[in-house]
């Protein structure tokens, strides 16, 4: 993320622009995953259109001023509202202190075509967890995100669980589909952990796999699955996951 676009749209409107959902490796023997900047916005009633048009018109802006910003834009399937999710990625906090002289000469256009329109912008910092996901450049145009807030007694059990699951899935040679993340910053509602998994469509999401609990219980037995399987129910407060569908004509995922 080009963090100086997000400084002058926090300004004008609180609003972050762009992003990819993909591993990013720092070279150390035990790395530590990049940042993400997760913006969610509540289209107001009936402005979806307006919108769109003020968010293609901030891009061609961008492109036409040559900025290197990249990012994604989601269109959540699901749940009450008209609702948009901004994920852009940054490999360090550093990136906050940075600026993107390029974006100031669409700042008004954000203002302008973008604000008006937003009912409610929520932004928050969330790190890529890579020991525990996919190793794999995240692809398909949908994804199912779920969400995780910890059991304030119980909630260290669930990384716990998650770790011994996927080694045992591993071993298995069943290879790691989703992509964990934890949350940095939050709000009272805010889930603390979530996991992406990625589908070339909405077919996709039709083909019956194994799940994860009857890959374990078939590698390591039902009880040892039972064991595991309530570990990580306690260490929940609550969940919830939502479908979102890559909207192309609003991102710009490569440079």
Known sequence: MKTSLKNLLRITLVIVLLGTIQPVVNGQDAPLGHLMSVTEFTVK??????????????K???LENKGEW????????????NVYVLASDMPNWAEMDKTDEKGKNCQML?????????????????RFQPGISSEKPLEGDIIRVGFYKLNPTHGYKMMEVVKEVEAIRKKAGVGIPGY???WMTADPESPNYHVVTGYKDFAAMDIVQENVWQTVEKEVG???RDELQAAFRSSMASSWNYVYKLDKDLSRPTK
């Open 222 to 224: 039902k009880a040892k």
């Open 110 to 126: 954000a203002m302008n075509m973008i604000n008006p329109h937003v009912e409610k912008a929520v932004n928050h910092m969330t």
């Open 45 to 58: 009633p009936g402005h979806e259109m307006q919108f769109r048009e003020g968010i293609k018109a901030w």
């Open 180 to 182: 964990w993340y934890s």
């Open 60 to 62: 061609a802006c961008y």
């Open 70 to 81: 990249t990012w994604r834009l989601w269109s959540r399937q699901q749940g009450e509202g």
